[in-house]
């Protein structure tokens, strides 16, 4: 079973549930895109309510390179 926190990650991605599942239990380095993924989603939720104008274009902008990198690697599987 995975972590409540991955829940979020197979909701995004319901078509590669079993794909996410299989990497997050062997693939160490999509474990670490996942981690800073969901890391970049949390810390913009609470900017987004401070209004801190550059640093969430940045976080966006992050979030976004971070997952084309997710989909790409689960395109690779």
């Known amino acids: 079973m995975l972590p409540d926190s991955y829940i979020e990650l197979i909701t995004e ?3 590669s549930k079993k794909k996410i599942e299989w990497l997050l ?3 160490e380095t999509f474990q670490e895109i996942v981690e800073d993924y969901l890391f970049c ?3 913009l939720k609470k900017l987004s309510t401070t209004k801190s104008g550059s640093i969430t274009t940045k976080y966006a902008q992050t979030i976004q390179d971070l997952k084309e990198e997710l989909l ?3 395109e690779q599987t």
Do not use: N, T, Y
């Open 13 to 15: 991605f319901p078509d």
């Open 25 to 27: 239990r062997f693939d």
């Open 41 to 43: 989603k949390q810390e």
């Open 72 to 74: 790409a690697r689960l």
